[in-house]
């Protein structure tokens, strides 16, 4: 997100900027210490009897994960069967705790699924494990931020070969894996229809009994297996565009907007609303942390220009106003 690099290559996303939205809403009534995720965090911390400290978390490792005082992760190769057990089930009823407590009931579903976890898996610990430093909110919030993927649907590493592709997080690509969407479902077909007649022929039909009666007196036992099955069949189909060689950007305009309008509802464009966090933070920067500049005496060192330029704010004056709006939020607390 914004702690992430920016040139020609790397593009940003709605998704990407909802997201930082939505984290950053989170670390603030982590600070202000109010909400159902502060309730959700101080629940965690109780049953694992953790006293948070204010600090940013630790850098992770490639594909580390943050979990409390259980030592690296995955354990060391020289660690003992019996300890590297203890840390398996240590970290896996920590990762359960998160998911029960914190990550379903009040992460919206638009994150859930398996590349969206890792991230929120660090994200959610440091919540639970440290307390965000006044001076680092937004730092703190931009904790194992997801990484922008490649039209491959890799994860970027900086050198690859994927270097030279444009990157995003959370890029609208999905991938089919066969030009025939129903190839993979003909092939599944055939390879159980195979084993259970050959099931049949072995081991039912020896003892005199016939394999479609049998399969039909089982569905007639346990009704629940084919309501289930027609139940999971009831999908809408997805519809995506594709790019191929001769594809124009125009196309894809047109068929977003083909797409967009079978949509009874979408959020309106409207401005994004003030960032609450960054405000927090402008505020305390101002107010707490405006020691006179080091370079020249008859400056502070947060000045409204300042805090416009660190922040990217448009000008001195919405700084102002966000140092006026952050003030408000903490006099409420």
Same mark, same amino acid.
């Given at each position: 997100?914004?702690?992430?690099?920016?040139?020609?290559?790397?593009?940003?996303?709605?998704?990407?900027?909802?997201?930082?939205?939505?984290?950053?809403?989170?670390?603030?009534?982590?600070?202000?210490?109010?909400?159902?995720?502060?309730?959700?965090?101080?629940?965690?911390?109780?049953?694992?009897?953790?006293?948070?400290?204010?600090?940013?978390?630790?850098?992770?490792?490639?594909?580390?994960?943050?979990?409390?005082?259980?030592?690296?992760?995955?354990?060391?190769?020289?660690?003992?069967?019996?300890?590297?057990?203890?840390?398996?089930?240590?970290?896996?009823?920590?990762?359960?705790?998160?998911?029960?407590?914190?990550?379903?009931?009040?992460?919206?579903?638009?994150?859930?699924?398996?590349?969206?976890?890792?991230?929120?898996?660090?994200?959610?610990?440091?919540?639970?494990?440290?307390?965000?430093?006044?001076?680092?909110?937004?730092?703190?919030?931009?904790?194992?931020?997801?990484?922008?993927?490649?039209?491959?649907?890799?994860?970027?590493?900086?050198?690859?070969?994927?270097?030279?592709?444009?990157?995003?997080?959370? &890029? #609208?690509?999905?991938?089919?894996?066969? *030009?025939?969407?129903? $190839?993979? !479902?003909? /092939?599944?077909?055939?390879?159980?229809?195979?084993?259970?007649?050959?099931?049949?022929?072995?081991?039912?039909?020896?003892?005199?009994?016939?394999?479609?009666?049998?399969?039909?007196?089982?569905?007639?036992?346990?009704?629940?297996?084919?309501?289930?099955?027609?139940?999971?069949?009831?999908?809408?189909?997805?519809?995506?565009?594709?790019?191929?060689?001769?594809?124009?950007?125009?196309?894809?305009?047109?068929?977003?907007?083909?797409?967009?309008?079978?949509?009874?509802?979408? &959020? #309106?464009?409207?401005?994004?609303?003030? *960032?609450?966090?960054? $405000?927090? !933070?402008? /505020?305390?920067?101002?107010?707490?942390?405006?020691?006179?500049?080091?370079?020249?005496?008859?400056?502070?060192?947060?000045?409204?220009?300042?805090?416009?330029?660190?922040?990217?704010?448009?000008?001195?004056?919405?700084?102002?106003?966000?140092?006026?709006?952050?003030?408000?939020?903490?006099?409420?607390?």
């Amino acid at each position: 997100m914004t702690s992430q690099p920016r040139n020609n290559r790397q593009l940003s996303s709605d998704a990407e900027l909802q997201l930082q939205r939505y984290k950053r809403g989170l670390v603030l009534d982590l600070f202000l210490r109010c909400g159902s995720f502060w309730n959700a965090v101080l629940g965690v911390r109780s049953r694992w009897n953790i006293t948070a400290v204010r600090r940013l978390p630790p850098p992770l490792p490639e594909d580390g994960h943050l979990a409390p005082g259980i030592g690296p992760n995955p354990p060391p190769p020289k660690v003992k069967p019996k300890e590297a057990q203890e840390w398996t089930e240590c970290f896996n009823r920590w990762i359960a705790d998160l998911q029960r407590f914190i990550y379903r009931p009040l992460v919206p579903d638009r994150y859930h699924g398996l590349e969206w976890w890792s991230s929120w898996s660090n994200f959610l610990s440091a919540c639970v494990l440290y307390d965000p430093p006044e001076t680092d909110l937004l730092a703190f919030a931009a904790y194992d931020d997801p990484k922008p993927q490649t039209p491959h649907g890799h994860r970027w590493l900086q050198g690859t070969v994927d270097d030279q592709f444009p990157r995003m997080v959370a &890029p #609208p690509i999905k991938f089919i894996w066969h *030009d025939d969407p129903f $190839a993979l !479902q003909r /092939a599944e077909k055939w390879y159980w229809a195979w084993i259970i007649a050959k099931v049949g022929e072995q081991y039912l039909e020896p003892l005199g009994l016939d394999t479609q009666t049998v399969i039909d007196e089982i569905l007639a036992n346990h009704p629940w297996i084919r309501e289930g099955y027609e139940e999971m069949t009831k999908v809408e189909p997805h519809r995506y565009i594709t790019v191929e060689e001769h594809t124009t950007e125009e196309d894809i305009r047109r068929a977003f907007r083909m797409l967009a309008a079978t949509h009874e509802s979408r &959020p #309106p464009a409207n401005r994004p609303p003030r *960032d609450e966090l960054l $405000a927090v !933070q402008c /505020a305390i920067l101002y107010d707490r942390h405006n020691h006179t500049d080091s370079s020249d005496r008859r400056r502070r060192k947060w000045t409204h220009e300042r805090l416009s330029k660190q922040f990217g704010l448009k000008s001195s004056r919405a700084a102002k106003e966000y140092v006026a709006a952050g003030r408000e939020m903490l006099r409420n607390i």
